[in-house]
């Protein structure tokens, strides 16, 4: 569980399929892992579903708790100001 970990530290929000391989962890070992770090709360996951060229593919979102991730670059919105 630890690889899992320090792989979310390094890289950030990943789906649990790239975890696997930059872990270097089956995928079926690497959902038991992250279930198991969810439970404890220090792993928050969220189901997702991608189409990329007509295939769908479900997998599982994760990041560590307690971290947000950083704003998307550009222009940002102007705060409205009440008269």
Known sequence: MDQILE???KHGERLDEEIAKGAGLPLSETRLYLAELE????????HSTRFL???K???I??????IT???AP???AKASQIN
């Open 7 to 9: 792989y979310l530290k």
């Open 39 to 46: 439970s404890s709360g220090k792993v928050v996951t969220y």
């Open 53 to 55: 060229e007509g295939q």
């Open 57 to 59: 593919i479900d997998g």
């Open 61 to 66: 979102h994760c990041r560590l708790s307690g």
């Open 69 to 71: 991730p950083k704003a």
């Open 74 to 76: 550009g222009r940002k």
